[in-house]
């Protein structure tokens, strides 16, 4: 069984940077993408950034520039460096895995950007 637990979310100013983490217990694997999504109210749930090994960085049109995903495959953890930050960047941020049968969710953390 796989859990993901993120951290790192809360209220930034436009302009500011934030980082998100996301810790991953079970099994793991690194050829298997991993990574962010994020949902605004009354939006779809839309992909942010997505890594996998030797595939890192497949990022939204919307955040290119702005946001940087890492991995640190020994610790099962992967990171979402976001700079810049708008107003329109307030969502929930959920992180991801996705094994060969199941994509398994965090349960979300609050990133809310304030003009």
């Not at 942010?48 to 946001?67: E, F, H, I, P, Q």
């Not at 969502?91 to 094994?99: F, G, P, T």
Request: proline content about 3%; aromatic content about 12%; some cysteine.
């Amino acid at each position: 069984q796989v859990q993901l637990v993120e951290s790192g979310g809360g209220l930034v100013q436009a302009g500011e940077s934030l980082r998100l983490s996301c810790a991953a217990s079970g099994n793991i694997f690194s050829f298997n993408p991993m990574g962010w999504y994020r949902q605004a109210p009354g939006k779809q749930r839309e992909l942010v950034a997505t890594s996998s090994l030797g595939r890192t960085g497949n990022y939204a049109d919307s955040m290119k520039g702005r946001v940087t995903i890492s991995r640190d495959y020994a610790k099962k953890t992967v990171y979402l460096q976001m700079n810049s930050a708008k107003p329109e960047d307030t969502a929930v941020y959920y992180c991801y895995y996705r094994s060969d049968l199941v994509t398994y969710w965090g349960q979300g953390t609050q990133v809310t950007v304030s003009a």
